[in-house]
Nanobody, 123 residues
Framework: QVQLVESGGGLVQAGGSLRLSCAAS????????MGWFRQAPGKAREFVAA????????VYADSVKGRFTISRDNAKNTVYLQMNSLKPEDTAVYYC????????????????WGQGTQVTVSS
């Protein structure tokens, strides 16, 4: 069992930056690939970024490539999402998720989810 708690969301102007954190419970955190997803009102949940259990492999959605960076610290049981050059269309609730062993890009592949943190980008 893995419990995930996101933090770091907030209100920021376009062009600004935020860093999201996702703290995981459990001693098996390093066995899980981790992902970030987001969901805007009236839209489906969409993939943002994922990182392998070791941190050696990362995958990004085209819409955030070059602006967002996912990383993890297995010693702290935490995964991060550094978001730069934010745009109003990045406004959404951001969720972190854990998938046992394999890096993945679709919601059904993930086993555990956090409650989400709101990110609002004003124009």
């Amino acid at each position: 069992q893995v419990q995930l708690v996101e933090s770091g969301g907030g209100l920021v102007q376009a062009g600004g930056s935020l860093r999201l954190s996702c703290a995981a419970s459990g001693r098996t955190f390093r066995s899980y690939a981790m992902g970030w997803f987001r969901q805007a009102p009236g839209k489906a949940r969409e993939f943002v970024a994922a990182v392998s259990w070791s941190g050696g492999n990362t995958v990004y959605a085209d819409s955030v490539k070059g602006r967002f960076t996912i990383s993890r610290d297995n010693a702290k049981n935490t995964v991060y999402l550094q978001m730069n050059s934010l745009k109003p269309e990045d406004t959404a609730v951001y969720y972190c998720a854990a998938n046992y062993l394999s890096i993945a890009t679709t919601p059904p592949q993930y086993d555990y989810w956090g409650q989400g943190t709101q990110v609002t980008v004003s124009s």
